[in-house]
């Protein structure tokens, strides 16, 4: 992309992570996690399990998952693509008993040696949730959470693992945004989000504030399973009045855990290009992730200079609903 372009090992190992999965998927003619560990003859064993959903085995009577008894069909399903991603990338040392819970990619900022949590992750989102599945519904408009559970009810997977998948491939202006007693514990930005937002303006580890429906959430214990329009300073710093995100909340299995999804009430220049498949999209949303000097670089070259003639930035005429459909 740049003449200075140098790939990182964490870049290179989810994109070989994403090729591995759908070259895995088409080998074995296996549409599910399940049939693929029978087809490659690892063997799932559910068990009791203290703090753990699962475990990769290899052992020297053949390789198997033990799976706690106490995970739901989709947590189950989740947790098999997870450990099958550990296994069919030959991760060097097998993960001891593990809590793998769907989470995005660059969680803790660091993104240039290999991540194995990482790769196990994205091998099991492309498998359970492959472009062809997950392209017919991540370009809906408005997106909210309704898209991100019917893609998790047509794979099998928990809501998290579809909304992040979602956010991954999309071409909309979203995020999805994971709280837990109202801070923030994760953010996962869609490609052209990065490219609009500043990338400061939404920040794990930063309080839910007043005006949003999470934390409305927090102070009431009340929660209407609706998407709304809500003030977009609710959400990002230095946005004028007027300018508004559409936030759907819906309050997980989990005392105090709420998943979020913020999308532009407009969006402009809505086509995807032919060439951006959902492949290229999360190729180039990880990128973009990988380091703040790729952002910067990427978005000096394809965001335009002039600025936006609608709203003080470009990510605000995407949340001045009814005024910027030019
Ligand atoms: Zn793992």
Not at 14 to 42: D, F, H, I, N
Not at 94 to 101: I, N, S, V
Not at 106 to 127: I, K, P, S, T
Request: charged share 20%; proline share 8%; net charge negative.
């Amino acid at each position: 992309m740049s003449s200075s372009f140098v790939a990182s090992p964490w870049l290179q190992g989810l994109e070989t992570t994403r090729v591995a999965a759908m070259a895995r998927m088409e080998q074995s003619g296996a549409e599910t996690p399940e049939e693929y560990a029978a087809w490659c003859g690892v063997e799932l064993r559910d068990t009791h399990l203290d703090g753990a959903h699962g475990q990769l085995i290899a052992g020297p009577l053949g390789t198997y998952i033990v799976l706690a008894d106490h995970l739901s069909d989709r947590g189950r399903r989740w947790t098999i693509g997870h450990e099958l991603g550990h296994y069919d990338m030959r991760h060097p040392a097998p993960p001891t008993a593990e809590l793998c819970g769907p989470r995005p990619t660059r969680l803790y900022r660091r993104c240039w040696h290999r991540n194995y949590e990482d790769e196990a992750n994205e091998w099991g989102m492309v498998f359970t949730m492959p472009d062809k599945v997950v392209a017919r519904f991540c370009d809906r408009l408005p997106l909210t959470l309704d898209a991100a559970e019917q893609l998790a009810r047509t794979s099998g997977v928990p809501l998290v693992a579809a909304a992040i998948r979602l956010t991954e491939v999309t071409f909309r202006v979203c995020a999805a945004v994971l709280s837990l007693h109202g801070v923030i514990q994760w953010v996962s930005p869609s490609v052209r989000f990065l490219m609009l937002a500043r990338p400061a303006s939404l920040s794990p580890d930063t309080v839910v504030r007043p005006g949003s429906l999470a934390r409305r959430f927090y102070d009431t214990g009340k929660l209407r399973d609706q998407p709304e329009l809500v003030p977009a300073a609710a959400w990002f710093d230095g946005i004028e009045d007027g300018s508004w995100v559409q936030e759907h909340t819906i309050h997980l299995d989990e005392p105090g855990r709420v998943l979020t999804l913020l999308s532009t009430p407009s969006d402009v220049d809505a086509e995807r290009d032919p060439l951006m498949t959902p492949h290229a999209t999360a190729f180039l949303r990880d990128y973009l992730l990988s380091s703040d000097l790729a952002l910067a670089d990427f978005n000096e070259r394809f965001l335009p200079d002039d600025p936006c003639p609608y709203a003080p930035t470009w990510l605000e005429a995407f949340m001045r609903t009814g005024t910027c459909t030019g």
